[in-house]
């Protein structure tokens, strides 16, 4: 089972900058499917930004704009660049894996996601 570990919220002000990180143990297959999710206080959870092994990058339409999700070299870390935050973006922050590779089942924001980290806070004060 992939293990994954969030990293680097915090509070910040409206307008202000924030990455996230997600480490990630090693996959059973090199072909994977990667997403950063988002829940706030009474709302459901939403899908911020999908990237796979391919390097195809798949956005919610809480993350288009203004995030970016990146991955390093060795794809062992998933990032999520947040820019020019709005007191809305306050939620706790999850990464997350289909646990499945890419010729069973491809990524998308239909996709499930059965492997969890235990979440980020994230809070935007205005």
């Known amino acids: 089972e992939v293990r994954l570990v969030e990293s680097g919220g915090g509070s910040v002000q409206s307008g202000d900058s924030l990455s996230l990180s997600c480490a990630t143990s090693?996959?059973?297959?090199?072909?994977?499917?990667l997403g950063w999710f988002r829940q706030a206080p009474g709302k459901q959870r939403e899908a911020v930004a999908l990237?796979?092994?391919?390097?195809?990058?798949i956005y919610g339409n809480s993350g288009k704009g203004r995030f970016t999700v990146s991955q390093d070299n060795t794809k062992s870390t998933l990032y999520l660049k947040m820019d020019n935050l709005e007191p809305g973006g306050t939620a706790i922050y999850s990464c997350?894996?289909?646990?499945?590779?890419?010729?069973?089942?491809?990524?998308?924001?239909?996709?499930?996601?059965?492997?969890w980290g235990q979440g980020t806070q994230v809070t935007v004060s205005s």
């Open positions: 997350a894996s289909t646990g499945l590779p890419l010729w069973v089942k491809a990524c998308g924001l239909d996709s499930e996601f059965h492997n």
């Open positions: 090693k996959y059973s297959y090199s072909s994977f499917c």
């Open positions: 990237l796979d092994s391919d390097g195809k990058t």
